[in-house]
């Protein structure tokens, strides 16, 4: 939802939000119609600088608005496309900036929940209101809108596209290795979008890419590794997910890491010609094992093998994918239950215990009435009954 147009400022401004101070004609426009602040519902205070009772803040929705070329290499038309947005002046919100604090400090969205706070912003908030506490996982996913910084003598070249009007810049360190390459521009994207290298002059290789995934628009973070002219995306990050892609030297997967912890574990199988999951692990411990690509039956994919559980027990399956059934249960303290039927059907048969002592069963699932025990010394007990009531042989 779009904030109200009649609270929004429309004067010229900076490229990322900061703290403002109101003039008295602004927080009078700003006030009229009965307007007030969205965290407050105070009028809008004028003349309320950083660090005074009610400093106020601005947040623009076009953040990265007259970003599309790096500082020192503006000419006066793009200073001034820098305060428009498709030729109305840029907008933003203004708030107290203690109450937008106490919002942002756990919340990466603004109070409208029309865009996400730059890095920026947040921190010059911290700076004034977080006390030196913890800076939260969230803050590293946050947007930056100021261009990257590859020391005092860094060089930028302007390289202008073949066609579409469209351009991006290469920056250069001071001994003149190539250190970025931006995205194509004019974009929204933010200016620290775009393939970054290391190593020296002459032998640069790729080192990240970061970029906005066309779907998703989620921040997209992908790391490269190997040498020059043979690099490869070794692991992929989306920030906002928490969660890390890695792959082989083919650019197969291999594995994905979720944010809340569950990792899934992958392997190339030939009959379906893609990566499929043979391991899953959970945070509360369990693990799922899958079969792992056979050449000598390559028809045979990822079907469920085993279930490893926190407390020690295992389950074992055998069959084909989708159609596994459970032949093995193993509780930690070594004792076990054997199982026949198909999936959905087992059946307990046999159960072993660590003594030596092994329990037989008949009947069909969950009707496993017990017909003979034999002991750890080869004594054998048959008995009879239904399940519950069963009683040894005279």
């Excluded at 969660?243 to 030939?270: C, M, Q, W």
């Excluded at 017990?370 to 009879?384: A, D, M, Q």
Aim: proline share 7%; aromatic share 12%.
């Amino acid at each position: 939802m779009l904030p109200c147009l009649d609270r929004l400022s429309l004067h010229p401004a900076a490229s990322i939000g900061e703290f403002y101070e109101l003039s008295d004609t602004e927080a009078a426009e700003l006030n009229a119609n009965n307007g007030k602040d969205p965290l407050t519902f105070d009028r809008y205070p004028s003349n309320r600088p950083r660090g005074s009772d009610g400093a106020t803040f601005r947040l623009f929705w076009n953040q990265s608005g007259g970003l599309n070329n790096p500082p020192g290499h503006r000419t006066d038309e793009e200073e001034e496309a820098a305060a428009a947005d498709n030729g109305d002046a840029r907008q933003y919100a203004v708030y107290d900036a203690k109450m937008l604090w106490d919002w942002h400090k756990t919340h990466p969205r603004d109070p409208y929940n029309t865009l996400v706070i730059s890095r920026e912003d947040w921190m010059e908030l911290y700076e004034d209101y977080g006390n030196n506490g913890p800076i939260p996982n969230f803050v590293e996913t946050l947007p930056s809108y100021q261009w990257p910084d590859f020391g005092p003598n860094t060089r930028w070249v302007k390289q202008a596209a073949a066609l579409g009007g469209k351009w991006t810049w290469v920056a250069f360190d001071g001994d003149g290795a190539m250190r970025f390459k931006s995205k194509w521009r004019p974009t929204d994207e933010p200016p620290t979008n775009g393939l970054y290298f290391n190593g020296p002059k002459g032998d640069e290789r790729k080192m990240r890419l970061e970029m906005r995934d066309r779907q998703t628009k989620h921040r997209v973070i992908k790391h490269y590794t190997g040498t020059r002219g043979h690099e490869y995306v070794r692991m992929q990050v989306v920030p906002s997910e928490g969660t890390k892609s890695y792959y082989d030297h083919n650019e197969r997967l291999e594995k994905i890491a979720l944010g809340d912890g569950e990792v899934h574990y992958f392997a190339y199988y030939p009959h379906k010609k893609e990566s499929l999951i043979y391991k899953t692990e959970w945070p509360n411990g369990t693990i799922l094992d899958r079969a792992r690509p056979d050449r000598l039956r390559p028809r045979v994919l990822n079907a469920k093998r085993k279930v490893t559980f926190s407390d020690g027990s295992v389950q074992e399956y055998v069959g084909a994918l989708n159609q596994e059934r459970l032949i093995k249960l193993t509780f930690a303290s070594g004792n076990f239950v054997e199982y026949e039927g198909n999936k959905g059907q087992e059946r307990k048969v046999k159960y072993t215990r660590t003594s030596g002592e092994v329990a037989e069963y008949e009947g069909d699932r969950g009707e496993e009435r017990l017909v003979k025990v034999t002991s750890p010394h080869g004594v054998v007990t048959e008995y009879e009954g239904p399940k519950g009531q069963e009683l040894a042989k005279p």
